[in-house]
């Protein structure tokens, strides 16, 4: 079962950055979809950013963005395929929340925000921006 677990979430000055990682159990060697989620008390969880990593010799991969961080946020994965970012610039105190990351196979989609799609999850870390 591929286990997933987040780091560098944190407190930060509103302006400021972090990168957040989320490092997966083993490699992944189908096509799927990663996606960053967070969740503020008494809110809902929140699609942020998702990450499709096609597979072959021309893998391709597509990036998608919520509206509200767009342009600040960007989500990468390094090249052992192991390990998927999340830059967060000038963030804001509404980006407080706990961040997840989830995986799923296949395409990410035009429903990528929807929570229930994934079927491996990690444990979330922390985001407080004051």
């Known amino acids: 079962d591929v286990q997933l677990v987040e780091s560098g979430g944190g407190s930060v000055q509103t302006g400021g950055s972090l990168r957040l990682s989320c490092t997966t159990s083993?490699?992944?060697?189908?096509?799927?979809?990663t996606a960053w989620f967070r969740q503020a008390p008494g809110k809902e969880r929140e699609g942020v950013a998702a990450?499709?990593?096609?597979?072959?010799?021309?893998?391709?991969?597509?990036?998608y963005y919520g509206d509200s961080v767009k342009g600040r946020f960007a989500i990468s994965q390094d090249n052992a395929k192991t390990t998927v970012y999340l830059q967060m610039n000038t963030l804001k105190p509404e980006d407080s929340a706990v961040y997840y990351c989830?995986?799923?196979?296949?395409?990410?989609?035009?429903?990528?925000?929807?929570?229930?799609?994934?079927?491996?999850w990690g444990q979330g870390t922390q985001v407080t921006v004051s």
């Open positions: 990450l499709y990593i096609g597979t072959g010799g021309s893998a391709t991969s597509t990036t």
């Open positions: 083993r490699h992944t060697d189908s096509s799927a979809c």
């Open positions: 989830a995986v799923k196979r296949g395409l990410c989609g035009s429903w990528w925000r929807k929570a229930y799609e994934y079927n491996h």
